[in-house]
């Protein structure tokens, strides 16, 4: 598997990666099959509200809400896929920038990890509880209870993520490689936002990775 260590700013990395596969598979047990009937529900709800335009349907408050909730739901899924695949890995490759030591990179890769370790640990319980609370509370609502299935997504989620930090820091044997492409992100971050896209396109076509530009855009701080 092969995951890349991103600048982000000042001092700053994220752990990147473009597995082929972007779900769990099968092998998430309850979970996977959790998330698979979550991406059912996002999918109804969206080829309704691919409807509606035609039909004449003029979007009320509560269909903007019910979009802007799949389409958080989407975005964040996008996001855990590193973590979900690495559940399934025995060997990984960092890539890092090459004006960086390799061991300094798997340093930070791992203190990543033990981060979201952490932060998985904690939602997953959180979000649990949201399920016990708005499930019952949201049963009589008529069509597919959003609400509901947005909270048992992300208390599966976590549970994946979790046990894929937990992987990646105890059972993944780790090798580092330097790489100029990661080492010219850094260069262009300081860059005006115009010429800076440009160049990241182009750092992305370089490393093959469709969607590292706009990965990078959404780290940096704002006002960036």
């Known amino acids: 598997m092969d995951v890349f260590l991103v600048p982000a700013g000042e001092g700053r ?53 019910k979009a802007g909730l799949v389409r958080g739901l989407a975005e964040w899924v996008a996001e855990q896929r590193l973590l979900w695949h690495l559940r399934h890995q025995d060997a990984a490759v960092l890539s890092h920038p090459a004006d960086l030591a390799s061991d300094r990179a798997l340093s930070i890769a791992k203190g990543t990890l033990r981060k979201e370790l952490d932060h998985h640990r904690v939602w997953m319980v959180i979000d649990g509880l949201a399920v016990v ?35 990646g820091l105890t059972a993944v044997e780790w090798s580092a490689r330097a790489s100029e492409p990661l080492r010219e992100v850094r260069q262009v971050l300081s860059l005006p936002p115009a010429e ?11 490393l093959q990775l469709e969607h590292l530009s706009r990965f990078v855009e959404r780290t940096l701080p704002e006002g960036c």
Not at 146 to 151: G, T, V
């Open 196 to 206: 800076r896209r440009g160049r990241l396109r182009a750092i992305a076509d370089q």
């Open 13 to 65: 990395y994220e752990l990147y990666c473009e597995p082929r596969e972007v779900e769990p598979r099968d092998r998430g047990g309850l979970p996977g099959r959790l998330l698979r009937r979550v991406r059912e529900v996002m999918a109804a709800e969206q080829a309704e509200r691919d409807q509606a335009p035609k039909a004449g349907v003029k979007e009320g408050w509560l269909a903007r809400a």
């Open 133 to 167: 609370v708005f499930g019952p509370l949201f049963f009589f609502v008529p069509g597919p209870n959003l609400i509901s299935w947005y909270f048992v997504a992300k208390m599966a989620g976590h549970w994946l993520a979790f046990r894929g930090a937990r992987r």
